[in-house]
């Protein structure tokens, strides 16, 4: 055991010995001026104001991609103004080298970033160069929103009140924006925050940005950031609450016919404590106009990951459930009312000043007589310090607390589960290198030893070269229940080495090269219980299409009886081995043609010396802007010992999106799952009648079989309106 410690420790070492690079920003040489404006701004795509004449501009953008050591072909300019309400940046994007027609999906919200022709503004408002804001519109005028973490990624769940308009032409296009100063959060008295500016032109297969930003990071990077420099301070936002009621009515019928009518009010309000801080309160929640998951075939032996969908928890929501790793996540807010109905609920967020920030939320659910479920509390606290130029420290706090009558009545359900953690975030100032260490502990009725996780990784990344190294000890009795963590009791080792050759510009090759990864698994006396090794070979096109193919070799001791197709027909037995080989090849095409599609396609080995064939196909075609029409087929061929014999397994997925306007929307998603023997149609209307102000009509039903009506389905009509007092 502690040769394993010693493995697990080399990560932490090498993160301190590099974590001693501090310098000031890179890119603190780009500087856009910003001042305020007296006369009324009109957003119609038409930059008729005179301000747009004498404000500075940013322009001369840097590529990204293809290369990253070029200035863009395809000219842009930004200009940027305020008045005591919004924030305005006025754009124009010429088609000064390729002109053609616009690529864009659809006027859907929060569209692809690789999909669309589109701009993208990232506001540092703290200028600490880690959190902020993104803004972005594609060129017909979708709009795109969402909160920034970890300096260079993007939650697009976050949904805020502003404003755009688009116009375009053959020579250019042009778009006018406004945000609210009361949309967004930031330090007062702060005259110089971060901002960035990112361009994508599928017609030339070009990204580009105001500053430079090596190819391998995404373009709103905060660690390339430029200066946005104000002539005064921002307005200070004075009062600024806003009430969100909504009322629901939902007709049911979930068995033997039976309709049952429901209806619900309930609201949503937001205060803003401070510029930066902000308290969310739920009441009666209902998240009926959440989007359905996508249904998989599982032949996992451990818990699958969907993410959360429903917009309470969402806002920033990496305070608390991006707190640890993919697969070790002491905070899941989809546990919450699962099962138990929310009573409501209130969130802390925000920032409190330029190096902290805080998290603290409480729900409460009502219990279930007719299951036998007692009410629940569920409470997170969480609290993170910038460090150095970009790193940042965090702990963690996270309570299930079960109360009243029905909690002493059934004893299976324990009265508590606590995890209490703490981490180490490392961003290197160049952002080519990153980190992490990581401490947890659950607490439970009877558990005292062996409950803890530790784990840590170092990565580097430049423009040819990425290594990985990370190390997991997960104890025998962690225990989360308002966690993800889907496998416990072992020690885990993860390398990833990685290497990109860039043939040059007359090429239509943009990268190619060999990848290299191992994952193991050691039980605690240090046998190996799994291991994963994968060789690929990957081939990035200019036209940004791509293509990979990889080796793999697995090995695994079941240490739980386990059924390999997952239907109940047997079990393998536990500590019995099992290897196999397969070799993997996935191609995805270009974005810019109407017709797209992904493919996968798999064979080798399977359990008990068993075969795998495996075809994957996601389809698309869209008439742009207004239909855009996907498909989803995947076939799992197993064949296997008796008693599981031959198996064939279905997927099949059919989705249609209308977008008539850029605030009317109907979605429609029909599944079949061969596996679980279901089928699955979801189809809903939205229609955002004022900004974050909706009207919902939403239809699900799901059954055994598809000829026989429906036995399981129900409608839901919802209505929201958000009022700023």
């Not at 990624?153 to 609210?180: C, G, H, M, Q, R």
Request: hydrophobic share 35%; charged share 20%.
């Amino acid at each position: 055991m502690s040769i394993s410690f010693k493995r697990i420790l080399l990560p932490i070492i090498l993160i301190f010995i590099f974590q001693n690079v501090c310098s000031q920003k890179i890119n603190n040489d780009y500087v856009i001026k910003i001042g305020k404006v007296s006369e009324k701004i009109i957003l119609d795509g038409q930059l008729k104001e005179s301000i747009w004449e004498t404000a500075d501009v940013a322009d001369n953008f840097s590529m990204i991609l293809p290369q990253d050591d070029l200035k863009a072909t395809q000219f842009s300019e930004i200009r940027m103004a305020y008045d005591d309400k919004n924030i305005y940046i006025a754009v124009i994007f010429f088609n000064n080298t390729i002109k053609g027609d616009y690529v864009v999906e659809s006027y859907k919200r929060d569209f692809s970033f690789g999909k669309n022709d589109n701009f993208i503004v990232a506001i540092d408002p703290f200028n600490n160069m880690n959190t902020g804001f993104a803004f972005g519109l594609n060129a017909y005028g979708a709009q795109w929103d969402g909160t920034i973490f970890n300096g260079r990624s993007v939650d697009l769940n976050w949904d805020t009140k502003w404003y755009s308009e688009v116009a375009f032409d053959n020579e250019k296009w042009i778009a006018e924006i406004a945000i609210p100063f009361k949309s967004i959060r930031y330090k007062d008295n702060l005259t110089q925050w971060g901002i960035s500016f990112s361009r994508l032109d599928l017609k030339a297969s070009e990204k580009s940005g105001w500053t430079p930003v090596p190819r391998q990071f995404p373009s709103i990077t905060m660690a390339y950031s430029g200066v946005l420099e104000w002539d005064a301070p921002p307005p200070n936002q004075g009062s600024n609450i806003s009430l969100i009621p909504y009322l629901s009515g939902i007709i049911d019928s979930p068995e033997k016919n039976v309709t049952s009518n429901q209806f619900n009010p309930g609201a949503d309000i937001k205060l803003n404590l401070t510029s930066s801080l902000n308290l969310d309160i739920t009441i009666n929640p209902d998240f009926s106009q959440a989007e359905v998951d996508q249904q998989v075939t599982n032949l996992d032996r451990f818990e699958l990951f969907f993410p959360e969908r429903r917009q309470f928890f969402l806002e920033n929501a990496d305070l608390f459930g991006n707190f640890g790793y993919e697969n070790i996540r002491p905070f899941f807010s989809r546990r919450i009312g699962l099962e138990n109905p929310i009573i409501g609920g209130i969130r802390l967020s925000g920032n409190v000043d330029e190096k902290w920030r805080v998290g603290l939320l409480d729900i409460q659910t009502q219990e279930d007589s007719e299951k036998g479920l007692p009410a629940q509390n569920f409470g997170v606290f969480s609290l993170q310090r910038k460090v150095l130029d970009r790193s940042t420290i965090g702990m963690i706090f996270v309570n299930k607390q079960s109360s009243g009558e029905l909690k002493k009545t059934n004893t299976s359900i324990e009265d508590y589960n606590r995890n209490i953690g703490l981490e180490y975030n490392y961003f290197s100032a160049d952002n080519l290198w990153n980190g992490k260490l990581m401490y947890l502990k659950s607490f439970s009725p009877e558990i005292r030893y062996d409950n803890a996780i530790f784990a840590s990784n170092i990565t580097y990344n430049d423009n040819h070269f990425l290594g990985s190294l990370q190390a997991e000890y997960v104890g025998q009795n962690y225990n989360a229940e308002v966690g993800y963590v889907p496998r416990s009791n072992y020690y885990k080792f993860d390398t990833t080495l990685k290497y990109l050759i860039f043939p040059g510009e007359d090429s239509k090759v943009l990268s190619h090269g060999p990848s290299i990864g191992s994952i193991q698994y050691f039980n605690f006396d240090g046998d190996g219980i799994d291991r994963r090794t994968k060789f690929g070979y990957e081939v990035n096109f200019k036209n940004r299409s791509e293509m990979m193919l990889a080796f793999e070799n697995q090995f695994i001791v079941l240490q739980n009886p386990f059924d390999p197709i997952r239907t109940g027909v047997s079990s393998l037995e536990a500590l019995t081995e099992h290897r196999w080989n397969s070799i993997n090849l996935y191609f995805s095409s270009k974005p810019q043609s109407l017709f797209t599609y992904n493919l996968k396609s798999s064979y080798g080995g399977y359990f008990q010396r068993g075969n795998r064939w495996l075809f994957f196909s996601e389809m698309g075609y869209r008439f742009q802007p207004y239909v855009e029409l996907n498909s989803l087929v995947s076939y799992n061929h197993i064949l296997l010992e008796k008693p599981w014999g031959v198996n064939g397994f279905w997927l099949l997925g059919v989705k249609s999106n209308f977008t008539f306007t850029k605030n009317v929307f109907f979605s429609n998603l029909y599944q079949y799952n061969e596996q679980q023997r279901l089928w699955n149609f979801n189809s809903r209307f939205q229609w955002r009648y004022k900004p974050a102000s909706d009207i919902f009509l939403v239809f699900n039903s799901s059954d055994s079989n598809m000829l026989v009506p429906n036995r399981n389905w129900n409608i839901t009509l919802k209505i929201n309106y958000w009022i700023n007092l």
